[in-house]
């Protein structure tokens, strides 16, 4: 997904502290792709915690009526330096990429893009056919996560994974799309490619029925609620809210109150590098940020006024291209006018 502000702030990203006790962030409201688009909620980056672990980027959006509209569109767009989570709670997404992908995501599957270096992709609600009609409602979570130095310029991959391990425990249902996470004993281990160590889950409680998840004391952890009466460590959550624990804990238990609860836990070890966010793009300096514009809009160029044809050639530049999307590309917001800089951790 796309991030589809016109004037996007720079977004300076430091690394987790240890806190303790529970802290709610509350999600703003961001239209993806002008006055008639659907809208998500987002819930980090924000100024009071930008990472999770390496997860720099949580939009929650739906449950949207797709029937009698275009659902999803967001057209060819670039990234770097990071990981793209699709996570579905109904409906379907179509994704194009320039590594040749065409991958329709379902409920209880993953779609997993790896940048590196760069890549271009789009999203979009499927048209339907006869034999399979679009689902009406699409519900669901884009999420982000930053890659390390020694993973951020690799070359660009796509990883879809529809068989995920799942856990069932007195009323409680668990299934880990990232990383690892003990329930009950059982240790249910997601086989997509993580660059450093985090977690990722989607938890279904029954009306009054309790969870409790072993967890790594170094991971700090944040938990989204959809839906339902959640309590974090019987700290209560609102619907849309993220609540944060920080390392520490060998134990989180989430619990239901009468209306069942359907919620994300994402988590990780605190990230070590301050890392600077703009628009699509996660990097580590100004420099780095200016470059990947430039190579966007000199790409975005060669077509014909963001036409659906690119120039000879075009293919391999920095984000190559994406085939058979309906319009062309997103062309890149300007930049502020003031250097992106990455802030200083506390106490440094």
């Known amino acids: 997904m796309s991030n589809l ?24 409201d961001v239209p993806l792709g002008g006055p008639r688009a659907m ?34 569109q ?12 699709s996570w579905l709670f109904a409906g379907e997404v179509l994704h194009r990429d320039s590594v040749g992908s065409l991958r329709t995501v379902r409920p209880g599957e993953l ?8 890549i271009s992709h789009s999203e979009e609600s499927p048209q339907g056919t006869a034999e399979h009609p679009r689902p009406p409602t699409l519900h669901g979570v884009q999420l982000w996560t930053v890659l390390p130095r020694e993973a951020k ?14 856990a069932t425990h007195e009323g409680a249902r668990v299934q880990v799309f990232m990383g690892t996470l003990r329930v009950a004993g059982e240790a249910l281990v997601s086989p997509a490619r993580t660059w450093t160590p985090l977690v990722g889950a989607q938890l279904d409680l029954d009306a009054g029925a309790s969870v409790e998840l072993d967890v790594d004391p170094g991971f ?6 959809d839906a339902g009466d959640a309590r974090l460590e019987d700290v209560p959550v609102p619907v849309g809210a993220l609540a944060y624990s920080g390392p520490g804990r060998t134990r ?39 470059q990947a514009r430039a190579d966007w809009s000199a790409q975005v160029a060669e077509g014909d ?12 530049r920095r984000f190559g291209r994406v085939d058979g999307y309906a319009s062309g590309p997103l062309r890149a917001p300007a930049l502020p006018d003031v250097r992106l800089r990455p802030r200083r951790r506390p106490g440094e």
């Open 5 to 28: 502000e016109t004037r996007p702030a720079e977004q300076v990203c430091e690394a987790g502290r240890a806190v303790g006790g529970i802290e709610l962030l509350e999600a703003r």
């Open 39 to 72: 809208n998500v909620r987002r819930t980090i980056p924000q100024r009071r915690r930008s990472l999770i672990g390496a997860w720099c980027f949580c939009d929650h959006y739906g449950p949207d009526d797709v029937s009698v509209s275009a659902g999803m």
């Open 74 to 85: 967001v057209p060819p767009h670039p990234h770097i330096g990071l990981q793209t989570v």
């Open 111 to 118: 779609n997993l893009m790896t940048a590196g270096r760069g």
């Open 153 to 166: 310029d690799g070359e660009p991959t796509f990883e879809h994974h529809a068989d995920l391990p799942v």
């Open 220 to 225: 700090e952890h944040g938990l989204l609620v």
């Open 252 to 290: 989180l238990v989430v619990a239901a109150g009468a209306p069942p609860v359907r919620a994300v836990l994402i988590g990780g070890t605190p990230f070590g590098e301050d890392v600077v966010m703009w628009w699509n793009f996660v990097g580590r300096s100004h420099e780095e940020i200016v």
């Open 305 to 316: 006024d963001g036409g659906t044809d690119y120039e000879e050639g075009s293919a391999g």
